[in-house]
């Protein structure tokens, strides 16, 4: 998912928690191929929550820097709309490409957000 690298680490976790059986967790994950190859994914996971945080949260969707600008993220990101309950929020870095995709499947930018990194015991 270049130049926006996930650490292997981060991914992992990701995957453990929308395949996990506890209650507040899970969520799925979509693979996108085209004759027969991976071309692109996508992690959707549940929050747990309902309304001001939304109830899924896309974790993330890529496809393959060689299959981009075929509308294959759009097919994906549409298919995980046709499987969710609820409504889903995602992060994108402000200068990511991506975000006009986004954008023009319909999600907006309602809140600024903001975080406040705890150093203590940081990796």
Known sequence: MKPY???VEDIQRGLDYG????PSEGGFLL???LDG???GALLMLRTGMKGYIPENILLFVGVHPDMRGRGLGTKIIER????VDGDIK???EQDNPAKRL???LGFTNPYAEMRWRNVKGSD
């Not at 395949?19 to 506890?22: H, N, Q």
């Not at 995980?80 to 499987?83: C, L, V």
């Open 5 to 7: 690298h996930d650490r």
């Open 19 to 22: 395949f996990s059986d506890r």
């Open 31 to 33: 693979l996108g191929e």
């Open 37 to 39: 190859r991976l071309v």
């Open 80 to 83: 995980a709309f046709a499987e």
């Open 90 to 92: 995602l992060h994108v």
């Open 102 to 104: 986004y954008e023009r």
